[in-house]
């Protein structure tokens, strides 16, 4: 049963802006903080950014901070990240996962339980 559905990634040049959204279920947007996550060939899975579900706090990795921006819209059920600035040290698989608690909000790949399928992220002239 998938409970994470990235949308579609994309192609986008130094400098520019891209979108991802994750639509989830209602129980797991109230129960679960969402996080973003990119991996590359050769290396971890990273956190990037994670909202929390009760109070819509969020926090990013230093890397992208000022930069990413994640925010949720529940009455679509979607957390998206929005993606400012882009590098080319961006470029990557990204995944949005789910991890249990309403009041935590971890950058851990190893507290997340739920995952998407991932989309992939390209940043290149």
């Known amino acids: 049963q998938v409970q994470l559905v990235e949308s579609v990634g994309g192609l986008v040049q130094p400098g520019g802006s891209l979108r991802l959204s994750c639509v989830a279920s209602?129980?797991?947007?109230?129960?679960?903080?969402i996080g973003w996550f990119r991996q590359v060939p050769g290396k971890e899975r990273e956190g990037v950014s994670c909202?929390?579900?009760?109070?819509?706090?969020?926090f990013h990795a230093e890397s992208v901070n000022g930069r990413f921006t994640i925010s949720r819209d529940n009455a679509k059920n979607t957390v998206y990240l929005r993606m400012d600035n882009l590098k080319p040290e961006d470029t990557g698989l990204y995944y949005c996962?789910?991890?249990?608690?309403?009041?935590?909000?971890?950058?851990?790949?190893?507290?997340?339980?739920?995952w998407g399928q991932g989309t992939q992220v390209t940043v290149s002239s």
């Open positions: 209602p129980f797991l947007l109230h129960n679960y903080a």
């Open positions: 996962a789910a991890s249990w608690g309403r009041f935590q909000c971890p950058l851990q790949t190893t507290t997340y339980d739920k």
């Open positions: 909202i929390r579900s009760s109070d819509d706090s969020t």
